[in-house]
Nanobody, 124 residues
Framework: QVQLVESGGGLVQAGGSLRLSCAASGRTFSSYRMGWFRQAPGKEREFVAG????????YYADSVKGRFTIARDNAKNTVYLQMNSLKPEDTAVYYCAADLSMTPAERPYEYDFWGQGTQVTVSS
């Protein structure tokens, strides 16, 4: 089991930046591949970014490529999502997720553990 707690959300103007953090506790953090997802009102939860257990491989949704960066610090049991050039369409609740599998994954059902989410609102 791993427990995940997101932080860093808030209100920002379009073009601004935010850095989300997800702190993990429980089993060895480096055993988990990690992902960030988001869910806007009335929409399905969608993949944003993922990172391998060691942090060497990252992958992104097309909608955030070049603007968002995922990173992890296994010594601090934390995964980050740096979000730059934010747009109003990035407004959503952002969730971090963890899973013990090895292969990259972009679907919510491929992750077993979830945080409670943090709200990101981008004003125009």
């Amino acid at each position: 089991q791993v427990q995940l707690v997101e932080s860093g959300g808030g209100l920002v103007q379009a073009g601004g930046s935010l850095r989300l953090s997800c702190a993990a506790s429980g089993r060895t953090f480096s055993s988990y591949r990690m992902g960030w997802f988001r869910q806007a009102p009335g929409k399905e939860r969608e993949f944003v970014a993922g990172i391998s257990k060691g942090g060497r491989r990252t992958y992104y949704a097309d909608s955030v490529k070049g603007r968002f960066t995922i990173a992890r610090d296994n010594a601090k049991n934390t995964v980050y999502l740096q979000m730059n050039s934010l747009k109003p369409e990035d407004t959503a609740v952002y969730y971090c997720a963890a899973d013990l599998s090895m292969t990259p994954a972009e679907r919510p059902y491929e992750y077993d553990f979830w945080g409670q989410g943090t709200q990101v609102t981008v004003s125009s």
